[in-house]
């Protein structure tokens, strides 16, 4: 039977007649309505520019200061926002850039003036602050004197020697937490531990964070109950507990987080990565170090002052020159960024680019050095040549900025740390960076030598001038005497040097004992008319092992309270 499109139940199929075409109708646009009022367009193009501001600023922060890049990023997207809304607001109707362009143009004049003048502003700007213009200008952000090693840094006692490094100290402030069953489950340590001089010991202070957004609801009304201070000497780890908790962090939320608060109160104002400290009371505070462009618009950074934040109750206030107690107003980041500038340009830009006369950069990385009540930053200065040996090496005060350059052909760090892990080989220990201390009137780099569990397991002095020179111990008391004997041997001190922070005790033997402790045989003598036992290891004193009573010798010995006080070295007389 025949089918036709007839029979197709009663539909017409339009379109596919004769072999037209499908010719759909299209939908017109619906014109867009424009706010018929001018004023009440600007009014409603400002408020959705001051809305998008108000949420931007408060999650970004932006410094309001033309010296500051991020001020130019919230500037030039305010100017974009206004656009946005103004072409929605006026009902745009044109098609094609070219309709467009116009169009806004039109209605967002001023903007756009003020879009290309932040653009014109800040190259302006980058130009006149350029190194190719002024070399001279950042060579001289870091003045430097030359100094005398032996002669301005004393021998430090073996008590003040940081036997941490920041790792190590790590481990000790989680291991503390963990050992506190009322905090472990609500907090955390947070890994800043900065490095500062406390009632004359060198510490890291770490604080707290909560450890979840629950425990931030539950405990936030107490505050943070505690700090943690890791003293760098002895080990200990010191958990201490305050009356009220600390309210202001750079990990808190909303109106107490210490970014936001110093922002609210000092909107124009550009800052450095704050850090904890605490006076002389116990109190901690945020040192909030402010950072200002010297050279053109946004070249040349540099501090000036700080904002002190009690982070108890957020009191802050902004000192120029900041009270004596604090450490840390110069981040070390640019202090060596200063260096380099100098080391780089202080013969000109074009000396930098070619022949390269006097050019010197840091070394790869610093370290702390607490001399006194301050704390320095140390860093090795080599040539840009590629070598492995300093100059010399540059202490700078974190809170003063007084600089001195020591000079002193010898090993870099780098090159230190391989020859105390070449001593050391056997045993896998590897050699924390070096601090620079004067040992014997001879920079040397003391060292601590981990095992593959962060410990510290023994110690290491390593010459600067001469680093095949390279003695360890067990303790830092036995290193430092096994690296005078080696330094006398080599001719290097004349055997006069003595140990730092010991005395001399001397008499007749009244009492001779022994001990086998840890492996090493150790003797306990007393000296006539004298309560106190010294200690002498016959590993390091082999003379101890013929010793007898009524024999006359002079012990050298460490300070301390006690009966039993740590020998270091017999001698007959």
Known sequence: MAFSGSDAGGFKWEGFESGAPSQRPQ????????????????????????????????????????????????????????????????????????????????????????????????????????????????????????????????????????????????????????????MVSQFEVVDDYTQINYKGRPVRIATLMYADLVKWFTNRSDGLPAYLLIDMVTQNVELVRLEQGIRYTNVEHFGRNLYRHLRFHFPTYMFSNPVMEVNEEGTPYWICPRLVKTIGLFGGTDVRGAVLVNAITGECQYYEEVPAW????????????????????????????????????????????????????????????????????LLTNQRTKESKFYSCAGATEYSAMASANGELQNLRYQATFPLLLNVGGQPTYFMAMKDAAELVKKYAMVNVQQYQIVATGDTVAQCEQNYLNMLGRNGIVDGSASLSGTEAAQGAIAEIRSAVLDGNTVYFIRLMGDDAFYTISAVDQPLAVILSEGDQVTITYRPGEGSILDGVEVALR
Do not use: W
């Open 27 to 182: 939908k017109q646009k619906k014109p867009r309505k424009a706010v018929k009022s001018p004023a009440a367009r600007v009014a409603i193009n400002l408020i959705v520019t001051l809305l998008v501001g108000a949420v931007y600023f408060y999650f970004e922060l932006p410094a309001l200061n033309l010296q500051s890049p991020d001020f130019y990023a919230f500037a030039l997207l305010m100017c974009a926002v206004y656009c946005a809304s103004a072409v929605v607001t006026s009902g745009f109707q044109g098609e094609g850039a070219g309709h467009y362009f116009k169009f806004v143009k039109k209605q967002c004049k001023l903007p756009l003036l003020l879009a290309v003048a932040l653009l014109a502003l800040s190259l302006g700007g980058t130009l006149v602050g350029s190194v190719i213009f002024r070399a001279k200008s950042y060579a001289e952000l870091l003045p430097i004197e030359a100094g005398d090693f032996a002669a301005e840094v004393d021998e430090i006692s073996y008590d003040q020697i940081p036997m941490l490094d920041k790792y190590s100290a790590e481990r000790l402030g989680d291991r503390k937490l963990g050992e506190l069953s009322d």
């Open 326 to 393: 604090v450490d840390n107003l110069y981040p070390a980041g640019l202090i060596v960024q200063q260096y380099d500038y100098y080391g780089m340009y202080h013969n000109g830009f074009l000396n930098s680019l070619f022949g390269q006369r006097d050019v010197t950069v840091t070394t790869d990385d610093y370290n702390y050095l607490a001399l006194g009540d301050d704390v320095y930053v140390y860093t090795g200065i080599t040539s840009t040549g590629g070598d492995q040996s300093n100059i010399g090496f």
